[in-house]
């Protein structure tokens, strides 16, 4: 089985997208992560919801967590704030180096792709062919694939 036959159509997103507007897309469609793409539909990065969820916690509360039982409820309500005025290139990671984004290709094989995925510590796989993503694997789906039958 080949990557383009399990992979599915998926949201995707512009590193210039608004990042409240990308942050409500993985929350409305319950999303590990969403496909970072550039103008010609070719894949950048993953960003993994956690990510997202990182800009959500002001950074004095990452640092010490015991401050975040004493924020009041009125800070707690506002706490979307951070990714306002933000884009998604924003909330990606600071790269040590030039990042490569989890790609399968459109003939890789599932035991291809499951290596690339575990290797990576992605949830979510970009599939392209020539070069332009046809669509995603998510973990979830490489499972329900791997173990039918079984």
């Known amino acids: 089985m080949h990557a383009s036959q399990i992979a599915e159509d998926y949201p995707s997103v512009g590193m210039e997208s608004d990042a409240l507007a990308a942050a409500r897309l993985l929350a409305e469609h319950r999303l590990p992560g969403i496909v970072v793409t550039d103008g010609d539909s070719t894949p950048r990065a993953v960003l993994p919801a956690s990510q997202v969820v990182r800009f959500l916690v002001p950074r004095y ?40 984004p989890p790609v399968a290709q459109a003939d890789d094989t599932i035991v291809e792709v499951a290596a690339l995925m575990a290797r990576c510590r992605c949830p979510l796989i970009a599939v392209v062919d020539e070069g332009r993503m046809i669509g995603v694997i998510t973990a979830a789906r490489l499972l329900q694939v791997a173990l039918a039958g079984r």
């Open 61 to 100: 509360v990452q640092d010490d967590p015991s401050l975040a039982g004493v924020l009041s409820e009125s800070m707690a309500d506002r706490i979307a704030d951070g990714l306002r005025g933000k884009t998604v290139g924003q909330l990606l990671p600071e790269p040590k180096s030039k990042p490569i």
